[in-house]
């Protein structure tokens, strides 16, 4: 059985934002990423937000996603921003590392004022 995830997608002076919602596990790590590299398309010149305000749990599998769209991102010129972390999700991060890759804001509006920079 997969496990609920919900992402929603918005757009904001030409930066995608994905908002995510519920648990990132094994059961839908692979369709959920499928979907949002279909979303990014190309990754010339992104400019990508990940808002976990209502992340409850990711899997080493999504941290993996992540960390490869950051690196497709970085090497064309776009910029990508984590933000609204929940404790948990924040210590899992940082536990593993990937926010000394990714750059990691509080709040939305940071990183999208960091994006416009």
Known sequence: ????????????????????????????????????????????????????????????KSIGYIADIFSNIDENNGKMYICECREGVKDVLELVGITTIVPTVVTESEAIQAIKA
Not at 15 to 33: M, R
């Open 1 to 60: 059985m997969e496990t609920l995830i919900e992402i929603n997608k918005k757009d904001v002076d030409w930066i995608i934002v994905f908002e995510f919602s519920w648990e990132l596990d094994e059961t839908n790590a692979d369709k959920t990423f499928s979907s949002i590299y279909e979303n990014i398309w190309s990754f010339e010149w992104k400019k990508i937000v990940f808002n976990f305000s209502w992340l409850k749990y990711l899997n080493s």
